[in-house]
């Protein structure tokens, strides 16, 4: 079994910051890209951002410059380092990884969700 956990959500204001975590956890052998998407209500999920296992990276065009996303292989872990936030980001995050298990099966995996609300 493979978990994604995700923590680092909350309220802030407008022009604040605030570091989204995703742990993955299980049987796993090997994790590829890891990504983070969004959801506002009313919306389809989108793309925030993503980075491969080498560290290559891309964004959406609304976050480049002001989020950051980064991964440590050796935990298993991604970041999202969000600043000048904007009500727009309002959203729920999802954090995403396409990895073997240990049984060499390919999958893609989701964490459950951190709401993050941008407002004064």
């Known amino acids: 079994q493979v978990q994604l956990v995700e923590s680092g959500g909350g309220l802030v204001q407008p022009g604040g910051s605030l570091r989204l975590s995703c742990a993955a956890s299980g049987s796993i052998f090997r994790i590829n890209d890891m990504g983070w998407y969004r959801q506002a209500p009313g919306k389809q999920r989108e793309l925030v951002a993503g980075?491969?296992?080498?560290?290559?990276?891309n964004y959406a065009d609304s976050v480049k410059g002001r989020f950051t996303i980064s991964r440590d292989n050796a935990k298993n872990t991604v970041y999202l380092q969000m600043n000048s936030l904007k009500p727009e980001d309002t959203a729920v995050y999802y954090c995403?990884?396409?990895?073997?298990?240990?049984?060499?099966?390919?999958?893609?995996?989701w964490g459950q969700g951190t709401q993050v609300t941008v407002s004064s």
């Open positions: 980075i491969s296992r080498g560290g290559s990276t």
């Open positions: 995403n990884a396409e990895l073997w298990d240990s049984w060499g099966t390919k999958g893609d995996y």
